[in-house]
């Protein structure tokens, strides 16, 4: 299973928009592996993977969630 990670709320846009995310836009585990990527709220945004060499998270898979 992969571990999880969960954004600041002022990173969810970027997320969800597939950009790479900087090691401090959230609260991300010691792996370098791919992780479950939540949002503030516990929304599910994705999987991302520590770009390597770097504190750089880039997306592997997004998932469209549409708005109520």
Do not use: M, N
């Not at 928009?17 to 592996?33: F, I, M």
């Not at 520590?50 to 750089?56: D, I, M, P």
């Amino acid at each position: 299973h992969f571990q999880a990670a969960a954004l600041r709320p002022e990173w969810s846009d970027r997320a969800r928009s597939g950009q790479k995310l900087p090691g401090e836009s959230g609260t991300w585990p010691r792996t370098e592996g791919p992780v479950r990527l939540y949002d503030a709220d516990g929304s599910f945004i994705g999987i991302y993977r520590l770009q390597s060499g770097s504190r750089v998270w880039i997306p592997e898979k997004l998932f469209h969630h549409p708005q109520d």
